[in-house]
Every structure is written in C-alpha cells, then in structure tokens.
C-alpha cells in the first residue's frame, strides 16, 4: 500500500521557543523519513538548514501539500484551517498551547504516534466551516471563513444591541443582547460553552444559536441543523459599532440595518488524529470530568 502523504507542510506558532524547537525536530525527523517538507513562512528562519524555496506562505503550502502539522495552540489551528480547508489538505496538530481540543500530538514524544499517521493509521474526520457574510442594502460587503464561530457583538464592553434571527428566511426572535454566538460542533467546545452553550460532538451536522446576556429570562440556546441559513439582520436603531467575528481572528465590520448571513460552508477540514484519539477522553481531560467509578 503507498503511504498517504507524501509532501508535508510545517506551520507554527511566531515568536515561541517551544514552538520553535519542536519544529525543528519535526522537520529533522520527516527529513530522515525522506518526506519532502515545507515549512510556512512565518517560522522558516527559525530552522537551521532549511533551503529558501523550502519556505512558503500557507496558500502555497496548501497548494503543495498532503499534509499540514500545525505546531501550538488550538488558535494557530483555526488560522491554519480557515486556510487550508479550501485545498483539501489533511490537518494534524501539535499541542504547544492551553487546552488543545485540536492538537492531539504530545510535543515531547511525537515521533512514534505521527509516525503511525505517515504510514496510514489514522483517524480521519470532516469537520464543516461556517461561511459568513455581510451584506449592506442587498450587495455582499465583506466575507469570511469560521472552523469555531461567528460572533455578532458591538466593539464595545457590556453593550447592548438590536437584532433579528430568521432560519431559512423564517423569523425565529428578536433580541437586545450583548450579541449573538453562531458555533459549530467544533467551536461548542470554545467560546460558545463560556457562554452557556451545549456541548455538540463533532460528527452531529448542526450548530447552534447561543445569545450573549440576552436582556431577558426566555432566552435559550438553540440548536439547528446545519444545512439551515441563519440571517440575522441589524436594527437600523443600533447606535455602537458593531461587527462579526470569525474565530476571534477576523473581523468584518457591520453597520446598523445590515444583514449578516451565516451558513455552512461547502469545504471541509480534514482533521487527522492518531488510533488512540477518543472525543470523549480528550473532553474528560480537557475539562476535568471524573474519572470512572468501578
């Protein structure tokens, strides 16, 4: 059987020594593997020996290879992903952050387990992308990708604002809230679940509505399918400056009376795990959930 992956690309966290070092191991280990490597330009000087057109920019490194191995926190992981999903390109994650939902590789002994990955043991799942856009008087304004969420706020702490939700141009509510988070199964771990959101796991096709301090006792999150178009459309009263945010790493400004639709997008990311991956055990580790009892 040919092995899954033949050219691999590097990405990693800027200006973080851990990173750094685990990094060059990497590249030192899939280079005695005979695995052509690519490495994305941000980190590229921080490792010795490695040619300058080995170094490219993470749409090129798309374009290139078979497989990414992002090197940090699940942050580098949803930028790399927004990227990446568009071209295909299997994902796996070294965890050199916090929690790591996404980044299963133990940065201080990854060598047996991705070398397990190269040879074809993996499990491989698909997880969607919302696709969001802004739209101003019936013309697109703005765009993006979001592999957690899309959060409708004002750039202001503690302020409220007036919207409407409609699912497939059906009104669900109304709302004066601090704002609005619209999450995948993947983000229900993140953002959404400080906010009191439900806990989805990542093979359901849905996403969830989960209001921010809404400004009454009613309000709950609320779960739909995915194939759904959720459109929120802006009070033209709004009075702050609002905006959307993707992953908390883009964001596209609104003004008041714009519409902001979200639905899902028609790329996936292909997240690699090693055999041992369980969902389960990485929430039971993750947010400290007891142990078995007999």
């Not at 043991?121 to 997880?127: A, D, I, L, S, T």
Request: net charge negative; proline share 4%.
């Amino acid at each position: 059987m040919s092995a899954p992956f033949k050219t691999i690309g590097l990405i990693g966290k800027p200006n973080h020594d851990g990173a750094a070092l685990t990094l060059q191991r990497l590249y030192t280990f899939l280079q005695a593997l005979g695995y052509e490597v690519f490495v994305e330009q941000r980190v590229g000087k921080q490792i010795a020996e490695l040619p300058e057109t080995n170094i490219l920019d993470v749409v090129a490194l798309g374009e290139r290879c078979d497989l990414a191995v992002v090197v940090g926190g699940d942050g580098n992981m949803l930028g790399a992903a927004r990227v990446l999903a568009r071209f295909d390109v299997a994902v796996i994650g070294v965890n050199r952050g916090n929690l790591g939902f996404l980044t299963d590789l133990d940065p201080d002994g990854f060598e047996a387990e991705l070398e397990q990955v190269l040879s074809g043991k993996f499990v491989e799942e698909q997880r969607f992308l919302l696709e969001v856009e802004v739209f101003r008087h019936a013309e697109l304004k703005s765009a993006n990708l979001a592999v957690n969420e899309a959060v409708l706020h004002a750039d202001k702490v503690a302020h409220m604002i007036e919207f409407e939700a409609f699912i497939d141009e059906q009104f669900v509510f109304s709302q004066r809230s601090d704002g609005l988070i619209v999450t995948t199964p993947t983000g229900s771990t993140a953002y959404s679940l400080s906010g009191g959101g439900p806990i989805l796991t990542p093979e359901l096709n849905a996403m969830a509505l989960v209001p921010m301090f809404p400004h009454t006792l009613s309000s709950r999150p609320l779960v739909v399918d995915a194939n759904k178009q959720v459109k929120l459309k802006l009070s033209p009263e709004n009075t702050a400056s609002l905006q959307v945010s993707c992953d908390s790493h883009v964001v596209l400004a609104l003004l008041p009376g714009d519409e902001v639709v979200i639905k899902k997008a028609e790329k996936k990311l292909r997240l690699i795990h090693p055999v041992s991956y369980s969902y389960y055990n990485v929430l039971r580790q993750k947010l400290n959930w007891g142990s078995r009892l007999y």
